[in-house]
């Protein structure tokens, strides 16, 4: 990874936060798009890669498009030579809403409820050239089959309390089968309420993105990082994967380094499941 060229959107926290750390201690230089950098400010651990040049923090939201746009370009400049270029070799996209509230009917709602979505789609229509290898993370048991291989337990979980984060999420997912030419269940697309109309002009086209890989965890937890002291700490599979109950976000950004970043080849092109 030392010399790599990283963009991390949804970097402030969790999955993508620890990844972030991880490629940055490995060598490769991370540009943050933040809504408020701010949040950096007593992170010692950031603070010293921004000051070594290996960070840099970019204002913006990614619901913006001239702020994705703008996030592209700084990633591609190199900080001791602004006129000097060289491709994003990785997108970490790690968006995710945060409960805004509780709805006895809908169980949590964020706010936006296309949160992940259009900021995904405004990735995507501003994708430089050449494209830059992408990394997102979703969630387990979004569609209708893989909510049936979610242990018996979670089910009532699922579908009580995260139906409209997940809603969003699956258009997420949606929007990245389209463009990798994916197989999609079209019982499982959200529709235009979190999609918008005409979202499949603004993005890739079928089958133009293929080096991608979506990583579906289990349930999210805040626990430490088993991997970093035992090799077989999770699980990971291609597709549906049983008795898959939860993961810790450290566990997840460990696979996403260790696993997929410096095994590409092998992951590339695929949803990938993990849990414990």
């Known amino acids: 990874m030392e010399n790599s060229t990283v963009l991390v959107i949804g970097g402030s ?14 060598g ?21 890669y921004v000051k070594g040049g290996k ?31 060289r491709p994003v070799d990785f997108l970490i996209f790690t968006v995710g809403g ?22 995904l789609i405004n990735v995507l229509e501003t994708l430089p050239s050449p494209h830059p290898k992408i990394i997102t993370i979703s969630s387990n048991g979004l569609t209708q089959a893989s909510h049936k291989s979610l242990p018996l337990l979670l089910k009532p979980l699922y ?14 997912e949606e929007v990245i089968a ?3 030419g994916w197989e999609w269940d079209a019982r499982d697309s959200p529709g235009d309420e979190i999609l918008g109309v005409d979202w499949t002009s603004r993005i890739p086209g079928t089958g133009e993105l293929k080096s991608i890989t979506v990583i579906r965890p289990a349930l999210l937890t805040d626990g430490v990082c088993r991997a970093d002291i035992k090799s077989d700490a999770y699980r990971v599979k291609e597709g549906d994967m049983e008795c898959s ?19 590409w080849q092998e992951w590339e092109g695929k949803r990938v499941r993990i849990a414990y």
């Open 245 to 263: 109950y939860s993961v810790s976000r450290r566990d997840v950004a460990h696979f996403l380094v260790e696993g997929v970043v410096r095994h």
């Open 13 to 26: 926290r969790n999955i993508g936060y620890y990844s972030a750390v991880r490629l940055l201690a490995l």
């Open 55 to 85: 960070a840099r923090l970019i204002k913006g939201d990614a619901l913006v498009k001239s702020d994705v746009s703008r996030a592209w370009s700084e990633a591609q400049h190199q900080q001791e030579d602004d006129s000097v270029t």
């Open 98 to 119: 945060t409960a805004g509230h509780f709805s006895l009917t809908k169980g949590f709602v964020i706010t936006p409820p296309d949160l992940v979505t259009q900021s």
């Open 178 to 180: 389209h463009s990798a």
């Open 28 to 48: 490769a230089t991370v540009t943050f798009l933040l809504r408020s950098p701010q949040v950096f400010d007593q992170d010692d651990t950031i603070q010293h």
């Open 159 to 172: 579908s009580y309390l995260l139906p409209e984060p997940h809603k969003d999420k699956c258009g997420a």
